[in-house]
């Protein structure tokens, strides 16, 4: 697991270093970039280098990952600075068991995944960089053709509602 977390300014260093091709591959200003992404053949490296304008198209990205690879995510903790988010953290929709409810014990669904996907505001740049990524898994993936059937994955288009 540890190597999957890197220095967060190595990472950002290479971002600044780089030329401006790569820098335009690894910058996700709107849903079309996340669209011509090719989940499958990108390695822990290249989620390092990835760059968002916003915090909602971070979660977008690694959404549309999940569902790719056959898990749900869900919003975690972030953290706030004057009013205004400075991090936010990403996790399996399994993350973390569930011990000492209130409420009567529902089947299990949680199993103690530490999948993650970590990112904050770099305010030089203010744009959303990834701090932290974990992609080690202890359970089945859902087929990708029953993805669209897990929580995240569930949305309800407007033209669906116009129908």
Not at 13 to 18: G, K, R, W, Y
Not at 46 to 71: C, P, T
Request: with cysteine; hydrophobic share 35%.
């Amino acid at each position: 697991m540890d190597e999957n977390r890197n220095n967060v300014s190595d990472h950002v260093d290479e971002d600044a270093t780089s030329n401006a091709v790569d820098m335009d591959q690894y910058h996700i200003s709107s849903w079309e970039d996340i669209s011509k992404i090719d989940f499958s053949g990108l390695s822990i490296e290249n989620i390092y280098q990835f760059h968002f304008v916003d915090l909602g198209l971070a979660f977008e990205f690694y959404n549309s990952y999940a569902k790719m690879r056959g898990f749900s995510v869900r919003k975690s903790r972030s953290r706030k600075v004057d009013g205004k988010f400075r991090e936010k953290k990403y996790i399996l929709e399994k993350w973390n068991k569930l011990e000492n409810r209130v409420r009567e014990p529902k089947p299990e669904t949680r199993c103690g995944c530490m999948s993650r996907f970590h990112v904050f505001l770099y305010v030089i740049t203010e744009s959303w960089v990834v701090r932290d990524f974990c992609d080690e898994h202890n359970h089945e993936f859902v087929v990708p053709k029953l993805a669209r059937m897990l929580r995240s994955h569930k949305k309800i288009t407007d033209l669906d509602i116009s129908k």
